[in-house]
């Protein structure tokens, strides 16, 4: 059940919106990667901007500074963004809302970006999320007796009721005491409503806990195209990579003009309990 919800997520070269197709990485010119996200929680969003480095290179991405990046959406409201605004190192390439918005439900963002001659679009609809009915704790028998991590056998299990009346895909992010938790460190989790079914009964998280800590269950909607682009990783990944098989294909994306990446809108909703052992 753990593994229910888990595909890896690696650096990949991805294609049009529509079309996959195969990359040669040693041999392909830099190209501009696209990655956003904005919510309908009011605060600051962010769009981060990159370029890809030679494949050989021991960095994986290289920060671009000086984009015009805005979000316009289908009500005519314009967001402008800028470069790093708290001059921090580790947001190099980070544009940053000049003001906090929430997005709203049934609306269409896009995403502007321009680099040097080049301008890069993305499209992504905010659909509505379910609520999160609650989170429980359990004993994982097996981790119990499992040396390595002493203590931690507390698994946290979530509840939702799904809608039937629409289609929906949902990512999801777990957090020990603030600190994003995974299985693996490459892990990503997401799901459509085929999967869930209408109960969510009782969905372990990633990870497990030990008394006094504190998990959270953060639970976001995604588009269609972001549910494609998340389930081509997986193909991607499955391939068996042999000698006879299939070439390996790009995740299809949102960002036009040949770049890489994805701009997300979502709803999310969160909920969190404290590992008490009773």
């Known amino acids: 059940m753990k593994n229910i919800l888990k ?18 990485s040693g041999q392909a010119d830099p190209v501009v990667i696209v ?7 009011n605060e600051f ?22 984009a015009l990046v805005f979000v316009q959406d289908s009500r005519s409201n314009f967001r402008g963004y800028s470069h790093n605004p708290s001059g921090s190192p580790d947001l190099n390439g980070y544009y940053i ?20 001659d080049e301008v890069y679009t993305g499209k992504d609809l905010l659909n509505p999320v379910t ?12 981790e119990f007796e499992d040396p ?4 931690y056998f507390y698994e946290v299990l979530f509840y939702a009721k799904e809608p039937q009346d629409r289609k929906d895909f949902y990512l999801f992010k ?7 938790l ?20 009782g969905v372990p998280t990633a990870g497990y806990y030990t008394i006094g800590d504190m998990a959270k269950v953060e639970m976001y909607s995604i588009s269609r195209n972001g549910f494609l682009y998340y389930n081509d990783l997986t193909n991607l990944l499955l391939g068996d990579g042999g000698f006879f098989g299939s070439p390996p294909v790009n995740p299809r994306t949102n960002i036009t003009n040949g770049g890489l990446g994805f701009f997300q809108t979502s709803s999310v909703v969160t909920d969190e309990i404290l590992i008490t052992g009773d």
């Open 7 to 24: 595909v890896l997520l690696v650096f990949l070269v991805v294609s049009s919106c529509e079309e996959t197709i195969v990359i040669d």
């Open 174 to 180: 777990f957090y020990r005491n603030d600190s994003l």
């Open 131 to 142: 609520a999160i009915d609650s989170l429980s704790v359990d004993i994982d028998e097996d």
């Open 97 to 116: 809302s000049n003001e906090q918005f929430a997005g709203h439900v049934g609306v269409e963002y896009t995403v502007s970006v321009t680099v040097g």
């Open 45 to 66: 969003h962010y769009v981060r901007v990159t370029r890809t480095v030679d494949f050989y290179d021991t960095v994986a991405t290289e920060p671009i500074t000086d």
């Open 148 to 151: 390595e991590d002493e203590g």
């Open 35 to 41: 990655e956003g996200l904005i919510t309908d929680q």
């Open 182 to 201: 995974r299985d693996e460190s490459t892990d990503i989790y997401f799901s459509d409503d085929d999967l869930l079914a209408e109960e969510i009964n």
